[in-house]
């Protein structure tokens, strides 16, 4: 029986698809449920499991971009798993050990007295000069020894003065190839996502610094605890994730978006949380973060970050989110300017914290500090909102237990 292997669809909206790799190659016998091919979608790369066992004939060719419900494969499910090979062991045949290989003739050397001296064409390399331009790459016309001819001392002093120019930076030494790969579907409309929203929104970034000390001291008081309790860390992102959730209440225009000529506002937040994984950036959704705990919010966090980094995030868990954070500190980032996740109006940067000297009550003190930016789309959200909003959630983060604990820490963290 032949089974056709069809595209299935990757998610709501997405018509088609690009072959990104083949794992198994054509003819080979493959297992039911084996991943047999990797497909990229405009938003997400999701393996192609087989879906029986039998002998595989691939119809299309890896990077062709096909249509969902189109046939890519057939599998062959009557023919037979390929038996094992007996392990032979390798025994000598007796005929070759008991015929005795035949004995060569070596050539006899002439007498002394008949060898001449030999006269060389200049430029004519000795046996050990000629080994060594091999093994250098030297080239030589000429040498010093009798008739000009090339010495292992000239293909050495040749090789030592060519190592000399190629340490100054002589042009035309060194590896100068180029490599050429097609970017994947997903890199590709990240990309044209990305220029579209240069292009198409109003985009400006507002800054703000945020004293950590108070946060610092939370996780380290509670952090053994709160690991203890519910099996994930005590992270910055719960914070964070909470403090945003406070000012999209408190500033409702950030969580809102541009549809044609009309603004959409939203009374739940769906916090898209960036993260980075073996296919790039990806941005799985934290559903109704408004209802969440620091518990609930750290351990979502790691469920989807673990999906993305083993590559089974679906394109459903990436998509509605309505507000975007960003952490650029993992990677060591300072400040940057973070660019809004379309069709939503803002995103929040984070980025790395530093020790840094500050002025509390009229003296000099050493804080953490980190950097934080708002990108927002200025046809829609003004400065007094955007300010505001980074505004608020610095406060949230200064002052976690007033501002997302009510004063209690314990109960906030479920300890």
């Known amino acids: 029986m032949i089974l056709e292997m069809k595209v299935p669809s990757p998610g709501e909206s997405i018509s088609e698809v690009e072959i990104a790799q083949w794992l198994v190659k054509d003819g080979d016998y493959v297992e039911k449920d084996q991943d047999i091919a990797e497909i990229d979608s405009d938003k997400a790369t999701l393996a192609l499991p087989?879906?029986?066992?039998?002998?595989?004939?691939?119809?299309?060719?890896?990077?062709?971009?096909?249509?969902?419900?189109?046939?890519?494969?057939?599998?062959?499910?009557?023919?037979?798993?390929?038996?094992?090979?007996?392990?032979?062991?390798?025994?000598?045949?007796?005929?070759?050990?008991q015929t005795p290989a035949p004995k060569k003739e070596e050539p006899k050397p002439a007498?002394?007295?008949?060898?001449?001296?030999?006269?060389?064409?200049?430029?004519?390399p000795s046996p050990a000069a000629r080994k060594l331009m091999e093994e250098t790459g030297v080239s030589l016309s000429a040498g010093t020894g009798r008739d000009g001819r090339i010495t292992k001392a000239d293909v050495l002093k040749a090789a030592e003065e060519a190592k000399g120019r190629a340490s100054m930076g002589s042009p035309g030494t060194g590896s100068r190839s180029?490599?050429?790969?097609?970017?994947?579907?997903?890199?590709?409309?990240?990309?044209?996502?990305?220029?579209?929203?240069?292009?198409?929104?109003?985009?400006?970034?507002t800054f703000n610094e945020v004293d950590m000390k108070a946060i610092y001291d939370l996780r380290?008081?509670?952090?053994?605890?709160?690991?203890?309790?519910?099996?994930?860390?005590?992270?910055f992102m719960s914070f964070f994730t909470l403090a945003c959730v406070s000012a999209l209440k408190a500033f409702p225009q950030v969580n809102s978006m541009i549809d044609g000529e009309d603004m959409v506002s939203f009374d739940f937040c769906d916090i898209s949380i960036a993260v980075s994984g073996p296919k790039g950036l990806m941005v799985p959704v934290l559903r109704n973060a408004e209802n969440m705990t620091f518990a609930g919010v750290e351990k979502e966090i790691k469920r989807l970050a673990t999906r993305v980094r083993d590559g089974v995030i679906t394109v459903d868990e990436m998509t509605g989110g309505t507000f975007t954070i960003t952490n650029g500190g993992v990677?060591?980032?300072?400040?940057?300017?973070?660019?809004?996740?379309?069709?939503?109006?803002?995103?929040?940067?984070?980025?790395?914290?530093v020790e840094r000297p500050v002025v509390r009550d009229g003296q000099i003190v050493i804080r953490p500090i980190m950097y934080v930016a708002l990108s927002y789309d200025h046809r829609i959200i003004d400065g007094r909102e955007s300010v505001g909003f980074l505004v608020h959630v610095k406060e949230c983060l200064e002052?976690?237990?007033?501002?997302?604990?009510n004063g209690d820490p314990q109960r906030a963290l479920e300890l």
């Open 331 to 353: 990677f060591g980032s300072m400040l940057s300017t973070p660019i809004i996740n379309p069709p939503q109006s803002a995103i929040l940067g984070m980025h790395n914290v």
């Open 399 to 405: 002052n976690p237990v007033e501002k997302l604990m």
């Open 220 to 235: 380290a008081e509670y952090k053994e605890a709160f690991a203890a309790k519910h099996g994930v860390n005590l992270g």
């Open 111 to 124: 007498p002394v007295a008949e060898q001449k001296p030999t006269s060389y064409a200049t430029g004519t």
């Open 178 to 205: 180029t490599q050429r790969k097609r970017m994947s579907a997903l890199r590709r409309k990240l990309s044209e996502r990305l220029v579209s929203v240069k292009n198409e929104t109003a985009m400006l970034t």
């Open 50 to 97: 087989a879906e029986a066992s039998g002998i595989i004939k691939i119809l299309v060719p890896a990077g062709s971009t096909v249509a969902v419900g189109d046939v890519v494969c057939t599998i062959d499910t009557s023919a037979q798993a390929p038996a094992k090979a007996a392990h032979q062991a390798s025994t000598p045949k007796k005929a070759e050990e």
